[in-house]
């Protein structure tokens, strides 16, 4: 069993609800995920938010923050992940902003990224890293990551 069809099956078996907001991996765990039969059981929404400004608009990021810390920062993925469970009522959300390459964006290497989780109400956020160097495996790499983070969580439940 892959680690999409755990997750799945696993919010199906405990009846929780997920949506998901992404940044650098532009809708990949999304797809992850609706990839697997059944999970329109689970699934309610994904929101690409690839900009700062639809992150402030869409989330309800702060520009203060935006601009105190970048968009690749622990504080962006913990308020990414409220705005998200706020809008969307779920019962867990992840957030993830990073960067992916080809070069440092905001003087912050490539290869990080910050995941959010919330679960029941309890944000937790991550930083994470990929030593990949194909911009599109260390998308991949923040995947399965995510996945792995959010499997932990759920299987503690």
């Known amino acids: 069993m892959s680690l999409s069809e755990e997750v799945v099956t696993t919010l199906i078996n405990k009846n929780l609800t997920i949506s998901i907001c ?63 469970i706020k809008k969307t009522n779920s019962d867990i959300g992840i957030s993830i902003t990073g960067n992916a390459g080809p070069k440092p964006n905001e003087n912050k290497p490539i290869g990080l990224a910050y995941l959010g989780i919330c679960v029941i109400d309890k944000i937790y956020v991550y930083e994470i890293h990929s030593d990949k160097i194909d911009r599109n495996d260390i998308r991949i790499d923040f995947v399965y990551q995510a996945l792995s983070y959010l499997q932990k969580h759920l299987s503690k439940r």
């Open 22 to 84: 992404e940044s650098v991996t532009g809708g990949m765990i999304a797809s992850s995920l609706v990839d697997i039969p059944n999970a329109s059981k689970t699934f309610i929404a994904s929101i690409i938010t690839y900009t700062n400004k639809s992150k402030s608009m869409l989330l309800g990021v702060k520009k203060e923050t935006l601009e105190k810390y970048g968009a690749i920062s622990k504080e962006i993925a913990n308020e990414m992940v409220n705005g998200l």
